[in-house]
């Protein structure tokens, strides 16, 4: 009997960017909401597999209208389990931005301008071999 594969693409139509802070989740959405006029609300764990059966969770904030979203997430687990990372491929961020704005140039800007923000960097999707973890 043949087998058959199923091949998926996803639309990775989000630009992406890496902040190191020493700030809380909290505090960090809400310097954020401040800066961006956004409004970032916490939502449930994002879960993500990873080999050997294990899932580990990771923070997540959210901020969607019709024309923009924008999603907050912690790289490193909210168990503390630190040898798992949400990009692996960056371990020395802190935090992960996904953004899908009209203005992409003014938004790095404007993160760089956040209070707590020690280092705010864009990520090319080229470079981020972990794209299937921000599929949810």
């Keep these: 009997m043949k087998k058959r594969k199923l091949v998926i693409e996803y ?3 989000f630009d992406v960017y890496g902040i190191i802070s020493s700030a809380k989740g909290y505090r960090l959405a809400w310097e954020l909401n401040q800066h961006l006029g956004v409004h970032l609300v916490k939502e449930p764990d994002i879960t993500v597999g990873f080999p050997k059966n294990v899932h580990i969770g990771f923070a997540h904030y959210s901020f969607e209208t019709h024309a923009s979203t924008l999603k907050l997430l912690r790289n490193k687990p909210a168990d503390g389990r630190g040898r798992y990372y949400l990009a692996p491929e960056f371990p020395h961020f802190d ?3 996904l953004s899908r ?3 992409g140039d003014n938004i790095l800007e404007q993160l760089k301008q956040v209070p707590s923000v020690e280092l705010a960097a864009s990520v090319a ?11 949810f």
Excluded: C, M
């Design 95 to 97: 935090f992960i931005v």
């Design 125 to 135: 999707r080229e470079e981020l071999k972990s794209k299937s973890n921000f599929v």
């Design 101 to 103: 704005f009209h203005d």
């Design 11 to 13: 639309d990775f139509d």
